[in-house]
Each structure stands twice: as structure tokens, then as C-alpha cells.
């Protein structure tokens, strides 16, 4: 089963308006530092153009497997022991202030997006972790 993640519309707005932006730089920048500032800002879109069309949790029988753009993460359900909400900004890419914070194994976590449908993915969850604490 997938979940799509929920998507801040102002960081939606940031990271499409990046392109347009490194090319009104290229037009403006003469000679190589023009080229120099749109390589980077390609660099830094199209990861992040990717994780706006590519983020969505997935559930398999024994996993629960976690895409933002490039990134992937396989957490298996025996392995999760509690999920809960966090607002902490400044541990992982997501797209939204509000992530969940997954714990699993010993003393290992994860902080990603929250979906769209939270109570549907809440009501998986505890169906398939039936020993985690899940506060959502």
C-alpha cells in the first residue's frame, strides 16, 4: 500500500522557481560565473525536483519502505518500536514542519514526511506493528 506525503505549497513554490531563477542569472552574469551559479542551482533542483514528483511511503508484508526523491530507506515492521509526531526542522529533508519520527532497532530513528491519509497509514501501522507504540 502507498501513502503520498503531504507537500508545503511554499516549498513547492521554492524549489520550482529555482530553474527559472538560475537562468535570469545566466542573462545576467556575463562570462563564467553565470554558467558557475546555474550548474549549481541545477544541482541543488533537480534532487529536490525529484523529491517533489518522487515521495511516498510504502508498505510491503514485512517493510516499510520510505522515498524522498533519491533517497530510500527499508524499515522493517518487527524492527519499529514507536512512531510518533516531531517538529524538529533541522533533522532530515521533508517537506512539511510536521514529520514523523520513527524509532526503530536499538536506539536508531527517522524523521520523514507525513501522508496525506494519517489515520489510514496510523490504522496499517498498528496492524502491522502490533507491539509499537504508535502516538499519531
Known amino acids: ?17 529555482l530553474i527559472p531563477i538560475g537562468f535570469i542569472g545566466l542573462t545576467m552574469e556575463e562570462g563564467a560565473e553565470g554558467w558557475i551559479g546555474l550548474v549549481i542551482l541545477l544541482l541543488i533542483s533537480i534532487p529536490l525536483l525529484w523529491a517533489l514528483f518522487q515521495s511516498y511511503h510504502e508498505m510491503t508484508d514485512e517493510e516499510l519502505i520510505i522515498v524522498f526523491g533519491p533517497i530510500r530507506k527499508r ?10 509526531y516531531s517538529y524538529n526542522p533541522l533533522s532530515s529533508p521533508a517537506w512539511t514542519m510536521k514529520r514523523l519520527e520513527i524509532r526503530y532497532s536499538n536506539y536508531k530513528s527517522i524523521l520523514v514526511s507525513t501522508p496525506q491519509d494519517d489515520l489510514e497509514f496510523k490504522k496499517q501501522l498498528e496492524a502491522r506493528c502490533p507491539d509499537a507504540e504508535i502516538r499519531i
Do not use: A, H
Open 1 to 17: 500500500m502507498r501513502f503520498s506525503v503531504n507537500k508545503n505549497p511554499l516549498l513547492i513554490v521554492l524549489v520550482v522557481s
Open 75 to 84: 524499515v522493517p515492521f518487527r524492527d519499529i518500536k514507536e512512531v510518533k
